[in-house]
């Protein structure tokens, strides 16, 4: 089954313990994404990254960091969470540019920093 | 810069239509619409490029007026499984570094 798969899917951390949500695709799609979903502010993009070892910042990538060692994988890493990052974050990929090609979203990871 | 959803909310009785607006401060490529549910993964609707094309899927169509830099996604005959959070999301071109924005979306509640 085409999909693209989180893990965790629910986290509750504190302050200060870096983490690692891990993404994965099995579309052989060359497009990756990292958004967060906050209430009232829809979804923001993280990172991105156009194929492997390509990545760059999207809108709200401060605290964050990304890797694309392989182009099914694209882990997001918080080195030292905070409380402002407790939100719901959602991988996409797709085929090619996201202009013109559907994103396909994971499950979700819902994650909690106290 | 995010799109502009309007309404913010709405809420039909089954069977009627909802007309939810995207409009953009920026030239635009592409219109993106998905459908979220409570709980879920946002799941795409349909892309609209630029050339002024009016797209259908079944009782959901979305029309995408590239001048004015906006987009119209139709629900017509409502169906409680309409329910949900549309969102739209622009693109400036097809460049692969060229990201997508989405809008703050617009929640669709369906009572019979």
């Known amino acids: 089954e085409a999909q693209v798969t989180q893990n965790p899917r629910y986290l509750i951390t504190v302050t200060g313990k870096k983490l690692t949500v891990t993404c994965s695709q099995n579309?052989?799609?060359?497009?990756m994404s990292w958004y967060r979903q906050d209430p009232g502010l829809g979804l923001r993009q993280i990172y991105y990254?156009?194929?492997?070892?390509?990545?760059d910042k999207g809108d709200v990538p401060e605290g964050y960091k990304v890797s694309r060692k392989e182009k099914r994988n694209f882990p997001l890493i918080l080195e030292s969470p905070s409380p402002n990052q407790t939100s719901l974050y959602f991988c996409?990929?797709?085929?090619?540019?996201?202009?013109?090609?559907?994103?396909?979203f994971g499950p979700g990871t819902r994650l909690t920093v106290l | 810069q995010q799109p502009v959803q309007s309404p913010q909310a709405v809420i039909l009785r089954e069977g009627e239509d909802a007309v939810i607006n995207c409009s953009s401060s920026?030239?635009?490529?592409?219109v993106h619409w998905y459908r979220q549910k409570h709980g879920e993964a946002p799941v795409f609707l349909m892309i609209?490029?630029?050339?002024?094309e009016q797209k259908g899927h079944e009782k959901i169509s979305a029309s995408f007026n590239e001048k004015k830099q906006q987009s119209s996604l139709y629900l017509t005959a409502s169906q409680l499984s309409y329910s949900g959070t549309y969102f739209c999301?622009?693109?400036?071109?097809?460049?692969?570094?060229?990201?997508?924005?989405f809008g703050t979306g617009t929640r669709l509640t369906i009572i019979p």
């Open positions: 579309m052989n799609h060359e497009y």
């Open positions: 996409a990929s797709s085929l090619g540019d996201p202009g013109s090609n559907e994103q396909f």
């Open positions: 999301g622009t693109s400036g071109s097809n460049f692969g570094n060229e990201k997508l924005t």
């Open positions: 990254s156009m194929n492997v070892e390509v990545t």
């Open positions: 609209l490029l630029k050339g002024g």
């Open positions: 920026k030239a635009l490529y592409s």
